[in-house]
């Protein structure tokens, strides 16, 4: 008996190999802050990290986005 596993972004089967989307808690959770409160970014922050199994595709779509916003903000950062 073998196992298949599907992407848990768009649903489909993998077939190669799986790849691990990590993120914090509060992310996903809009509606409740997890863990404590950065005082000079008012952002939430927690160590707690959600995984999901993802395909290549959505896998590259995720984390190239990321990387774009990444690039902005580098860009556009303060040098003190």
Same mark, same amino acid.
């Given at each position: 008996?073998?196992? +298949?596993?599907?992407?848990?972004?768009? *649903?489909? &089967?993998?077939?190669?190999?799986?790849?691990?989307?990590? %993120?914090?808690?509060?992310?996903?959770?809009?509606?409740?802050?997890?863990?404590?409160?950065?005082? +000079?970014?008012?952002?939430?922050?927690? *160590?707690? &990290?959600?995984?999901?199994?993802?395909?290549?595709?959505? %896998?590259?779509?995720?984390?190239?986005?990321?990387?774009?916003?990444?690039?902005?903000?580098?860009?556009?950062?303060?040098?003190?």
């Amino acid at each position: 008996m073998s196992v +298949k596993y599907y992407c848990d972004a768009c *649903g489909k &089967e993998i077939v190669d190999r799986k790849y691990k989307f990590n %993120y914090l808690c509060h992310i996903a959770d809009k509606n409740t802050i997890c863990g404590y409160v950065d005082i +000079k970014t008012m952002q939430p922050v927690s *160590g707690r &990290e959600e995984i999901k199994d993802v395909c290549l595709t959505c %896998y590259n779509k995720i984390y190239f986005g990321a990387f774009e916003i990444f690039e902005e903000i580098n860009k556009n950062k303060d040098i003190h």
